[in-house]
């Protein structure tokens, strides 16, 4: 199960910092990552870190957005700073590769 928290309403510029439960495998052995979906565009993936903690992220991500995880608590994170209007979507966390059920989602709106 995945259950994502942490959208809002921000101004541009503003940050949010997104966090995503995880439950139904052993986290800490996953890689995680965040995708983003707009009514427009197909589901974009954002950043993926590794079990080890390795981050890659999508141009649009890199220098504003980052990933992290704490196995402790089986929660991965995405702070976001410098948002921008195009960066509205839904936001959801995935364990990636595998087909798990996606959760709800956590809806991100930055205004201009």
């Known amino acids: 199960q995945l259950v994502e928290s942490g959208g809002g309403f921000v101004q541009a510029g503003g940050s949010l910092r997104l966090s995503c439960a995880a439950s139904?495998?052993?986290?800490?052995?996953?890689?995680m990552v965040w995708y983003r979906q707009t009514p427009r565009k197909q589901r974009e993936l954002v950043a993926r870190?590794?079990?080890?903690?390795?981050?890659t992220y999508a141009d649009s991500a890199k220098g504003r957005f980052t990933i992290s995880r704490d196995n402790a608590k089986n929660t991965v994170y995405l702070q976001m700073n410098s948002l921008k209007p195009e960066d509205t979507a839904v936001y959801y966390c995935?364990?990636?590769?595998?087909?798990?059920?996606w959760g709800q989602g956590t809806q991100v709106t930055v205004s201009s």
């Open positions: 870190i590794s079990s080890g903690g390795y981050r």
């Open positions: 995935h364990f990636d590769g595998y087909l798990d059920p």
């Open positions: 139904g495998r052993i986290f800490s052995r996953m890689s």
